[in-house]
């Protein structure tokens, strides 16, 4: 298994609450990638990274922030949570290539109430 | 812009039944396809990809043809088990590659019963 961990797993917070979601890798790939997961939408990019400090949009990036100050970190920040953004998030990493295979965290479970 | 549709679950089946699940794109040139599949309460991982025209991925008794005419990518299995119910998603990679961002179908959910 690639060596990819979130935390927290589960989170429960209020709206208007900032929260930081954060994605760990030991594989040192160059890419990193936050998606929510809803029902009927499949997974929806909201940021992604090419490298330490280097990150562009995703097609959901509204209301989220990212940064990535280490290689192996990457943080996805909602900065006043809203009830909308209650989902399923993954972080993945991948070498980046046409070709190459993403590899996914077991996810966090953010419900804001 | 390029995007991908699969067929729209849940398909449930009985134990030792044949699964087709429907994928098709639509891409300029020619991207590199992907079926990952998704466990309960578990993260996305890759079941099996093809990254050129009529190359064949398989992994787990699952295959999937790239079929560049008919701009398809179905998955099937001869024989499903009960542990073969997940979502599965279909994906690709597009010709002109940003950082290997996937595009995926919305997924479909398999149910296998004994």
């Known amino acids: 298994d690639a060596g990819i961990t979130q935390s927290p797993r589960h989170k429960v917070t209020e709206t208007g609450t900032p929260v930081t979601l954060r994605c760990h890798q030991t594989?040192?790939?160059?890419?990193m990638y936050w998606y929510r997961q809803d029902p009927g939408h499949g997974l929806r990019l909201i940021h992604y990274?090419?490298?330490?400090?280097?990150?562009d949009k995703g097609e959901v990036s509204d209301g989220y922030s990212v940064s990535r100050s280490k290689t192996e970190d990457f943080l996805l920040t909602l900065e006043s949570a809203t009830s909308s953004q209650t989902s399923v998030y993954f972080c993945?990493?991948?070498?980046?290539?046409?070709?190459?295979?993403?590899?996914f965290g077991p996810g966090t479970r953010l419900l804001v109430l | 812009g390029d995007s991908v549709t699969q067929m729209e679950g849940p398909v449930t089946l009985s134990e030792e039944a044949f699964l087709t699940i429907n994928c098709t794109y639509t891409?300029?040139?020619?991207?590199?396809l992907f079926w990952y599949v998704q466990y309960p309460g578990e993260g996305l991982q890759l079941l099996l990809k093809a990254t050129k025209a009529d190359d064949k991925g398989s992994n787990k008794g699952f295959e999937a043809t790239y079929r560049k005419e008919t701009t398809s990518f179905h998955l099937e299995k001869g024989s499903v088990q009960v542990s073969d119910s997940a979502v599965y998603f279909c994906?690709?990679?597009?010709?002109?590659?940003?950082?290997?961002?996937?595009?995926f179908g919305q997924g479909t959910e398999l149910s296998v019963k004994p």
């Open positions: 594989e040192n790939h160059r890419y």
């Open positions: 994906a690709l990679i597009p010709s002109y590659n940003q950082g290997g961002k996937l595009i």
């Open positions: 891409a300029t040139g020619y991207p590199s």
């Open positions: 993945a990493i991948s070498s980046g290539g046409r070709k190459e295979t993403q590899y």
């Open positions: 990274s090419y490298g330490v400090k280097d990150t």
